[in-house]
């Protein structure tokens, strides 16, 4: 079992940043992957950013060049770096690990951007 635990959201003017966190506990050796995703009401929740152990990072179309994702695997955390917010980020969003054959979410952290 991996439990995920994020912080970081809030509310943030158009142009402005945020870094989000998420802390692994439980079984984290056993993760291959984390990544953060984000959903708004009445759509599915989509990619933002995952990066995997061996370094390889995939970045959602519209927040490439303003959002950065890092590990650092001594806490067991992965972090969204998140300049240049925009009110169409705003949405609820979640961090995921994957293991040998399952994800895991935490309960996710609300971003608001206003206009």
């Known amino acids: 079992q991996v439990q995920l635990v994020e912080s970081g959201g809030g509310l943030v003017q158009a142009g402005g940043s945020l870094r989000l966190s998420c802390a692994a506990s439980?079984?984290?050796?056993?993760?291959?992957?984390m990544g953060w995703y984000r959903q708004v009401p009445g759509k599915q929740r989509e990619l933002v950013a995952r990066i995997t152990n061996g370094g390889s990072i995939n970045y959602a179309d519209s927040v490439k060049g303003r959002f950065t994702i890092s590990r650092d695997y001594t806490k067991n955390a992965v972090y969204l770096q998140m300049n240049s917010l925009k009110p169409e980020d705003t949405a609820v969003y979640y961090c995921n690990a994957m293991t040998l054959g399952r994800l895991y979410w935490g309960q996710g952290t609300q971003v608001t951007v206003s206009s």
């Open positions: 439980g079984s984290s050796f056993s993760i291959s992957a």
